[in-house]
């Protein structure tokens, strides 16, 4: 049936199936050429306006030209996610699985804000919380059959503001609303910016948000002893500490916090203590990296994102809490309108009272897809492998002694910069030399990385973390930037004459060193 002439109706399942085979078919050949695209998109900003119209057009078209302009309007502007070359910020994992429990999502297409408004969205997303929660070894309290339980977020942002809101409201109950100005929040200069714009949201002062320093002696860890040293000189000045961050796999070098220590400070002063493990929750549901969890049990909320690193796609945010009505007290509204029987006598969960908006979608679907077509065992296995990649890069990148690792590498995140000449070790020359090389390598579109500062040093972050990446895109990214960083150490030199105009030989580095035998694959 032409999609074109008014012929496609708002809803159709003989037509619904036409025209889905058609994207499923688009979808699937972009992921086939995926690494023929540029990974960071190269257009410059206001490209697009120059390309379409400018006003909706009055009469239908057809699937394919929009199709065609896709392809030749919109994918040039697109930077690649999924590509296998993509190694920036933190993954954003896409997957078959993940596609399909999508797809499904959106033809049922309900709003699940309450129990009554689709019974099946509501249970499944607690059972397959329970699921995830009991893959992390998270405690009894965070699961479902007991006072707390899980509820899917958009993001860690919502995440950290929801539980943020219930500490805050928690707090004030006991001393006084009056009191507002005076609540305090805790986390690092490691910790992410989604603390600071939930302590804007919830009125917490900004003078008040204390992101205590940390250093290269706790591998950018939050230090326990800088924290109950804030928190007593708080106290003593009339202050009220009532939030900890804790962080396993920081944003800027995936460090851990100590959090049994952490814990214990936050369980002392009554605060809330807020576990975030965005990034790195995933890789702990392997046994061998369980232990970076260990202390959770003494934490009031947890989160991980299963849309970074598990395969499920965004967004998919999972939130845990052990005490459900501290969130219901702070978020919970009921209109007369929303009003039934099983809500009123308190027989389900309404998780419209768990988040900030009113409207959500069935994201658990693709969540259950996820675990059941992919399974633990290889769920797990395709973590290990990202991690395995990450570590041979690591090595890559220590046997070349122009480069040097920066900070410890735990899971997929690897943290290093471009050495300067000997003779030029100021600190300013060093970090524009690997603003330098980050620039050169992205402006390839062949690689997508970025970076971070750590101690004041310009840091340039590779994370493995995309569904398609095998060994010989880590070898590829690896040449792309010994080849770059060759041309910006060498060019002063080449005009003087005094160095070759090519890179060295295979197997020998741009100083001369021959590298030791990288790890078999």
């Not at 006072?147 to 539980?163: K, R």
């Not at 009554?270 to 929750?281: E, I, L, P, S």
């Not at 369980?290 to 499920?312: C, I, P, Q």
Request: hydrophobic fraction near 40%; charged fraction near 20%; proline fraction near 6%.
């Amino acid at each position: 049936m032409d999609g074109g002439g008014g012929g496609l109706k708002p809803m159709d399942s003989e037509q619904l199936r036409e025209y889905g085979h058609q994207m499923v078919d688009f979808v699937a050949d972009y992921y086939k050429n995926i690494e023929n695209y540029p990974v960071l998109s190269q257009v410059e900003p206001g490209y697009l306006v120059k390309l379409l119209p400018d006003a909706a057009p009055n009469q239908p078209e057809s699937l394919q030209r929009v199709l065609d302009d896709v392809q030749s309007k919109i994918l040039p502007g697109v930077t690649h996610w999924q590509s296998p070359n993509f190694y920036a910020y933190y993954p954003a994992n896409s997957s078959v699985a993940g596609f399909l429990g999508e797809i499904l999502s959106a033809g049922i297409n309900m709003v699940g804000f309450s129990w009554i408004t689709s019974p099946a969205a509501t249970e499944l997303e607690m059972i397959v919380l329970d699921w995830l929660g009991k893959l992390l070894k998270l405690p009894q309290e965070f699961l479902s059959s007991g006072h707390g339980g899980g509820v899917i977020q958009g993001s860690a942002s919502e995440a950290v503001l929801v539980v943020l809101l219930a500490a805050r409201d928690k707090t004030l109950r006991m001393v006084g609303k009056s009191a507002l100005g005076k609540l305090v929040v805790y986390g690092s200069d490691q910790t992410h910016s989604a603390l600071q714009k939930a302590c804007q949201i919830a009125g917490i002062h900004p003078e008040n948000c204390r992101l205590l320093k940390t250093d290269s002696s706790t591998d950018y860890a939050l230090s326990p002893e800088i924290v109950s040293e804030a928190i007593s000189h708080d106290i003593s000045i009339g202050l009220i500490p009532f939030f900890l961050c804790g962080t396993v796999g920081t944003t800027s070098s995936a460090t851990v916090d100590p959090l049994y220590s952490l814990a214990k400070i936050a369980k002392s002063n009554g605060m809330w203590f807020h576990v975030d493990a965005a990034y790195a929750g995933s890789a702990c549901i392997c046994p061998e990296y369980r232990k970076y969890l260990d202390g959770v049990e003494e934490a009031d909320s947890f989160n991980m994102n299963a849309h970074k690193w598990f395969l499920t796609n965004f967004d998919c945010s999972a939130l845990w809490v052990k005490d459900r009505n501290a969130l219901i007290q702070s978020l919970s509204t009921n209109p007369e309108f929303l009003k039934n029987k099983a809500s009123q006598a308190n027989l389900v969960v309404d998780y419209k009272d768990w988040q900030i908006p009113l409207g959500r979608r069935f994201r658990s679907l693709k969540l259950w897809m996820v675990l059941r077509l992919y399974g633990v065992e290889n769920l797990q296995n395709y973590l290990r492998n990202h991690i395995e990649l990450a570590r041979y890069f690591q090595v890559c990148v220590g046997q070349d002694p122009r480069f040097e690792i920066v900070a410890p590498r735990k899971f997929s995140l690897v943290c290093f910069r471009l050495l300067p000449p000997v003779d030029d070790n100021e600190t300013r020359g060093s970090n524009k030399l690997n603003q330098d090389l980050l620039e050169a390598v992205n402006s390839t579109g062949r690689v997508f990385i970025t970076h971070t500062a750590l101690s004041g040093m310009y840091t340039l972050r590779l994370v493995v973390g995309a569904p398609l990446t095998e060994r010989r895109h880590i070898d590829a990214a690896w040449k792309v930037l010994q080849d770059e960083a060759f041309t910006l150490l060498c060019s002063p030199l080449q005009e003087n004459g005094n160095l070759p105009k090519s890179p060295p030989p295979i197997g020998f580095f741009g100083n001369g060193f021959k590298a030791e035998p990288l790890p078999q694959k």
